[in-house]
């Protein structure tokens, strides 16, 4: 089964995430908004489709990457999560919370060896 297909999103604690936006914009174009910068691509293979990553600087109080301690979180694309989920329940791999849905996919949250929290994503880039 294919598993991650892209980076869906790059989420970083800063002291201060306006300012920080602001500095992307001016140095190096990045048009930010609340949530920061969206890129849209295309398909390599389904030219027709688009699909896009998120770059988001968060504050440094944000409690969105926990348990982790770290400063970072990245969000992995995937294909069929559901079935995803079940494999890596089967491998043992800690899973933190239930799956949720929106109207742009489906998320849930798991931790790696080192206590990383990763946001697994099958978007809905219909």
Same mark, same amino acid.
């Given at each position: 089964m294919k598993k991650v297909t892209g980076i869906g999103g790059?989420?970083?604690k800063c002291s201060d995430p306006d300012k920080m936006k602001e500095w992307y914009n001016t140095n190096l174009g990045l048009n930010a908004g609340k949530y920061g910068t969206t890129f849209e691509w295309l398909?390599? %293979?389904e030219p027709e489709k688009k699909g896009s !990553? !998120?770059?988001s600087p968060m504050a440094d109080s944000t409690t969105y990457f926990q348990p982790s301690v770290k400063e970072f979180m990245v969000n992995y694309r995937v294909v069929n999560l559901?079935? &995803?989920v079940e494999? &890596?329940?089967n491998a043992g791999v800690t899973i933190l919370d239930e799956m949720e849905t929106y109207d742009y996919g489906k998320f @849930?949250?798991?931790l790696d060896p080192e206590g990383n929290k @990763?946001? &697994?994503w099958e978007p809905? %880039?219909?």
């Open positions: 790059v989420f970083f398909y390599a %293979d !990553t !998120t770059w559901e079935q &995803l494999e &890596l329940k @849930i949250h798991i @990763i946001e &697994l809905n %880039d219909e």
